[in-house]
């Protein structure tokens, strides 16, 4: 969410007059005629800044900056060059014991040298090994379901499938691969049914996969809400949302990020109860997010605003002329000021000075009447002002919302590969599975074996694995 789009004014319309017959009426013209001028003075400079809009003073993703800015090799700080630098160790794959490999062929030198002379072998040979994929076939198991009729009483009884098998023709193994070629590795539903063809042998269609996703969705719905109902007893969350559309609407999808847990939902609103319905009305610990006025019912105290966020609004409002502009260059420095203190773990009471030059930038920059977005700016961050400074008060804090930015990041990318979504069922497999991707490797849990696991109590109805972390699972 751009901070910035906050600042952002309906295009102006002009007012439509008739020409003036008395004197008193061309004043009248006058004064409109100046206001009018003054609005589209203030439009077009809001038109020009628009045109400066970027990855560094938005959040807009550096993709969309266009040719004309530097690539992200040229923006690299170090001067050394990429890979291992001059004199590093190397790193080599160990040799598995002989035990461990799955044959062993000697190759000896040939018997007889080119000059007639008998070769004999010298010495321990070198050990070369080499590790490839045999050719892998399906397990293809058929269950043969037998009907049978009471002799007293005429009651129709039939054979039931063993546990472990679905009622379908992909099995659970395979279930739990396809939710994670589709989530992990951001595979559409053509390419999963292609790889399952070629590597696999296992010929499906692309309908069979997507109720294949609905099935995945299905057996992590349990695990996940368990996991949104402990959000509201966190001491930390980070959240952030960005679009994910439905073929037709415009949904969103909703991220809230804790160091060993991370919970997505998308749903067709950015409204207040979406937060509400994922943290609770009050949640205990502290929320981590932009400026976006969806929290503003949170309380400042309990907040955390992005401090990366803030940089790029002051790096916008640096680029204005005036006073406008000094104001927000001193805001920025400031704001490295900030960041550089922040790594040498300065304590709270050494921000106290950081914090009255800040408030005295605001205060400026609310006082002054130039331009009226920088204005709104800081009358915006003056009524946040203790969610400026979360972290000061509780160390466990960062004062950047970069853990939700970067989690959500894997979402926006399975987005601009597959596309927007068709139905309710790709919703829910899009956030339950990237719930599920993004817990296990926060938590260096196996994702396949979990997704297997998931799959399994599903399929015979069984308590399903817990996504918390261990220390936060609950008992029994």
């Given at each position: 969410?751009?901070?910035?789009?906050?600042?952002?004014?309906?295009?102006?319309?002009?007012?439509?007059?008739?020409?003036?017959?008395?004197?008193?009426?061309?004043?009248?013209?006058?004064?409109?005629?100046?206001?009018?001028?003054?609005?589209?003075?203030?439009?077009?400079?809001?038109?020009?800044?628009?045109?400066?809009?970027?990855?560094?003073?938005?959040?807009?993703?550096?993709?969309?900056?266009?040719?004309?800015?530097?690539?992200?090799?040229?923006?690299?700080?170090?001067?050394?060059?990429?890979?291992?630098?001059?004199?590093?160790?190397?790193?080599?794959?160990?040799?598995?014991?002989?035990?461990?490999?799955?044959?062993?062929?000697?190759?000896?030198?040939?018997?007889?040298?080119?000059?007639?002379?008998?070769?004999?072998?010298?010495?321990?040979?070198?050990?070369?090994?080499?590790?490839?994929?045999?050719?892998?076939?399906?397990?293809?198991?058929?269950?043969?379901?037998?009907?049978?009729?009471?002799?007293?009483?005429?009651?129709?009884?039939?054979?039931?499938?063993?546990?472990?098998?679905p009622s379908g023709q992909i099995g659970p193994r395979a279930l739990a691969l396809v939710g994670v070629l589709g989530t992990r590795f951001h595979l559409t539903q053509g390419k999963i049914r292609d790889l399952l063809a070629q590597l696999l042998g296992l010929d499906f269609s692309v309908g069979a996969i997507s109720q294949a996703h609905g099935k995945v969705a299905a057996a992590?719905?349990?695990?996940?809400?368990?996991?949104?109902?402990?959000?509201?007893?966190?001491?930390?969350?980070?959240?952030?949302?960005?679009?994910?559309?439905?073929?037709?609407?415009?949904?969103?999808?909703?991220?809230?990020?804790?160091?060993?847990?991370?919970?997505?939902?998308?749903?067709?609103?950015?409204?207040?109860?979406?937060?509400?319905?994922?943290?609770?009305?009050?949640?205990?610990?502290?929320?981590?997010?932009?400026?976006?006025?969806?929290?503003?019912?949170?309380?400042?105290?309990?907040?955390?605003?992005?401090?990366?966020?803030?940089?790029?609004?002051?790096?916008?409002?640096?680029?204005?002329?005036?006073?406008?502009?000094?104001?927000?260059?001193?805001?920025?420095?400031?704001?490295?000021?900030?960041?550089?203190?922040?790594?040498?773990?300065?304590?709270?009471?050494?921000?106290?000075?950081?914090?009255?030059?800040?408030?005295?930038?605001?205060?400026?920059?609310?006082?002054?009447?130039?331009?009226?977005?920088?204005?709104?700016?800081?009358?915006?961050?003056?009524?946040?002002?203790?969610?400026?400074?979360?972290?000061?008060?509780?160390?466990?804090?960062?004062?950047?919302?970069?853990?939700?930015?970067?989690?959500?990041?894997?979402?926006v990318l399975k987005r601009k590969i597959s596309g927007p979504t068709r139905s309710r069922r790709g919703d829910e497999f899009i956030a339950r599975g990237f719930s599920v991707v993004e817990s296990c490797r926060r938590q260096g849990r196996d994702l396949i074996d979990y997704m297997h696991q998931a799959v399994l109590a599903w399929i015979d109805k069984a308590p399903h694995p817990?996504?918390?972390?261990?220390?936060?699972?609950?008992?029994?």
């Amino acid at each position: 969410m751009n901070s910035a789009e906050s600042e952002d004014k309906a295009p102006f319309q002009p007012v439509s007059m008739t020409m003036p017959a008395t004197l008193p009426e061309c004043h009248a013209v006058i004064e409109t005629m100046a206001l009018e001028l003054a609005q589209l003075r203030e439009q077009m400079a809001w038109l020009q800044e628009r045109l400066k809009v970027d990855s560094r003073n938005s959040s807009k993703p550096p993709s969309s900056d266009g040719p004309g800015s530097g690539n992200r090799a040229q923006r690299r700080a170090s001067q050394r060059k990429r890979g291992a630098q001059k004199g590093h160790p190397g790193a080599y794959r160990a040799l598995l014991p002989e035990t461990e490999v799955d044959g062993v062929q000697d190759c000896v030198p040939p018997a007889q040298c080119n000059c007639g002379g008998a070769v004999n072998v010298q010495g321990k040979p070198v050990r070369h090994q080499v590790f490839d994929i045999p050719p892998v076939t399906p397990d293809v198991q058929e269950y043969r379901l037998y009907s049978g009729v009471c002799t007293q009483c005429g009651l129709g009884h039939r054979g039931v499938l063993p546990q472990g098998v679905p009622s379908g023709q992909i099995g659970p193994r395979a279930l739990a691969l396809v939710g994670v070629l589709g989530t992990r590795f951001h595979l559409t539903q053509g390419k999963i049914r292609d790889l399952l063809a070629q590597l696999l042998g296992l010929d499906f269609s692309v309908g069979a996969i997507s109720q294949a996703h609905g099935k995945v969705a299905a057996a992590l719905k349990a695990p996940v809400a368990v996991a949104v109902a402990s959000l509201a007893q966190a001491p930390v969350l980070h959240m952030d949302e960005t679009r994910y559309p439905r073929e037709g609407s415009a949904n969103w999808v909703w991220g809230v990020i804790q160091p060993k847990l991370a919970v997505f939902s998308i749903l067709p609103s950015r409204a207040r109860y979406v937060i509400t319905d994922l943290i609770g009305q009050a949640p205990q610990g502290v929320v981590v997010s932009d400026r976006y006025a969806g929290y503003a019912h949170l309380d400042a105290s309990r907040r955390q605003v992005c401090w990366a966020h803030l940089l790029r609004d002051f790096t916008r409002m640096a680029q204005r002329p005036g006073a406008a502009g000094r104001i927000g260059a001193r805001l920025l420095a400031l704001g490295y000021v900030l960041c550089r203190w922040r790594e040498q773990g300065r304590s709270a009471a050494q921000f106290e000075a950081l914090q009255r030059r800040v408030r005295a930038a605001l205060d400026r920059g609310a006082a002054q009447t130039g331009c009226r977005r920088t204005q709104a700016t800081c009358q915006n961050l003056l009524k946040l002002w203790p969610a400026l400074w979360g972290f000061v008060n509780h160390p466990q804090v960062p004062p950047t919302n970069n853990d939700a930015e970067r989690s959500i990041r894997s979402i926006v990318l399975k987005r601009k590969i597959s596309g927007p979504t068709r139905s309710r069922r790709g919703d829910e497999f899009i956030a339950r599975g990237f719930s599920v991707v993004e817990s296990c490797r926060r938590q260096g849990r196996d994702l396949i074996d979990y997704m297997h696991q998931a799959v399994l109590a599903w399929i015979d109805k069984a308590p399903h694995p817990s996504l918390l972390p261990p220390q936060a699972a609950p008992s029994g």
